[in-house]
């Protein structure tokens, strides 16, 4: 009622501008600012000889399309759930602020321009990569997250592809290091989205999401889970590459995953919100750290 109430009261260009900063909202701007820059970190460690940027340029813009549709549908998709949750309810579907119709013809209309201009201004592998991306996202890990706890196992996967997305968009192809590249996106997301699911266990519990196993109380399993994770995620980074730079490459990737395990190794040993958040910021610093260094000891 306050929602309808402020939009009455909006001029016309006022309500347009509310309008278009919803329409904004739906592609989860902050996300996508994480999937162009490991988009173009697997454009950049794919490149040989002369950068084109252009060529960067037009990657980007076809993920960010396809990222964004993605985002939308995913809303459209959960809308009902995400009413009941106190970190979305604000959202402009829930919030009645945008009709369903209206997400679902935004969401459906950025996938395909975002898959189309792949396929025209880049490469066939880079569209279908991306189409990969946004059908497992929707159709495999949207609707397990009401179902498994393994919903985070299954979600990395598309999570991880803006990588490839990259390099294929460079190369036309996917070699041994883009899996490297891959496989550290893949393993970054558990302690980064299962900190967040410790965070906002009881909102997720709320609207019938399993984002953690009901056994897991007090949370310790998914806490060793994360650890786990993480240590293998420390030592990928270090044989990921930087063959060049000596003993320069592994130790700066030692130093940098001895940052996120110190924060990982205090959640583990205490179950609060608060530690859970610092793992969560901590991570947020920790893989655009990796990306340099790796885009620094490239060969």
């Given amino acids: 009622?306050?929602?309808t109430t402020v939009m009455a009261n909006q001029t016309p260009q006022q309500a347009l501008r509310s309008k278009l900063a919803d329409y904004y909202t739906l592609t989860k701007p902050e996300v996508n600012l994480l999937i162009l820059m490991t988009t173009s970190a697997g454009y950049y460690l794919a490149s040989r000889g002369p950068f084109h940027i252009g060529g960067l340029i037009n990657t980007l813009v076809g993920t960010l399309l396809v990222a964004s549709g993605t985002a939308t549908l995913n809303q459209w998709m959960e809308r009902h759930w995400d009413g009941q949750m106190r970190r979305t309810a604000l959202r402009p579907l829930p919030a009645a602020r945008l009709s369903a119709n209206e997400a679902l013809l935004f969401g459906l209309l950025l996938s395909i321009l975002g898959t189309a201009y792949l396929a025209v201004a880049v490469n066939?592998?880079?569209s279908l990569l991306a189409a990969s991306t946004l059908l497992s996202y929707l159709l495999i890990y949207t609707p397990l997250k009401r179902?498994?706890?393994l919903c985070t196992m299954l979600g990395a996967f598309p999570g991880a592809m803006p990588t490839l997305i990259g390099w294929a968009g460079a190369s036309n192809g996917i070699n041994t290091q883009a899996w490297f590249l891959f496989a550290i996106l893949f393993l970054w997301q558990f302690p980064h989205f299962?900190?967040?699911?410790?965070m906002y266990r009881e909102d997720y519990a709320?609207?019938?999401?399993?984002?953690?196993?009901?056994?897991d109380q007090d949370s310790r399993f998914t806490r060793a889970?994360?650890?786990?994770?993480?240590?293998?995620?420390?030592?990928?980074?270090?044989?990921?590459?930087?063959?060049?730079?000596?003993?320069?490459?592994?130790?700066?990737?030692?130093?940098?995953?001895?940052?996120?395990?110190?924060?990982?190794?205090?959640l583990l040993r205490s179950s609060s919100t608060i530690m859970a958040s610092r793992v969560v910021h901590a991570s947020v610093i920790y893989l655009p750290l990796v990306l340099g260094i790796m885009a620094f000891g490239k060969h």
């Fill in 1 to 3: 009622m306050a929602t």
């Fill in 124 to 126: 066939g592998l880079a």
């Fill in 147 to 149: 179902k498994t706890p």
């Fill in 194 to 198: 299962l900190a967040i699911a410790i």
């Fill in 206 to 215: 709320r609207a019938g999401y399993r984002m953690l196993p009901t056994f």
């Fill in 225 to 266: 889970e994360m650890f786990g994770f993480s240590v293998a995620l420390v030592i990928t980074t270090v044989l990921s590459g930087g063959r060049g730079m000596g003993v320069i490459y592994p130790a700066a990737m030692t130093l940098a995953g001895g940052f996120m395990l110190y924060y990982v190794g205090k």
